[in-house]
Nanobody
């Protein structure tokens, strides 16, 4: 059974930092795209950052470039999202996802349950 379990969300002041973790289990993700998506209240789910399991390729949404960094630890089967210089508009539920179809919603086969990030002004 494939599981993606996020952790690390919480409440932080604007300008602060958080690191999200996503523990993956249940299958090999060696050929998969791993990604972080987020959904703010009343808005559609959107792509945030992605990485291949090899770590060779990464991709970021324009809104987080220079502030967020995605990485992975293959030995721990874990993907991380380091979020710096957080803004109130980063407030959302953050989801970890994995799939073979690229860093788009439709390309993801597996989803975690999400972790809430709240950035206060």
């Amino acid at each position: 059974q494939v599981q993606l379990v996020e952790s690390g969300g919480g409440l932080v002041q604007a300008g602060g930092s958080l690191r999200l973790s996503c523990a993956a289990s249940g299958r090999s993700f060696s050929s998969y795209f791993l990604g972080w998506f987020r959904q703010a209240p009343g808005k559609e789910r959107e792509f945030v950052a992605g990485i291949t399991w090899s770590g060779i390729s990464t991709h970021y949404a324009d809104s987080v470039k220079g502030r967020f960094t995605i990485s992975r630890d293959n030995a721990k089967n874990t993907v991380y999202l380091q979020m710096n210089s957080l803004k109130p508009e980063d407030t959302a539920v953050y989801y970890c996802a994995a799939g073979p179809g690229g860093w788009v919603l439709q390309g993801m086969n597996y989803w975690g349950k999400g972790t809430l990030v709240t950035v206060s002004s």
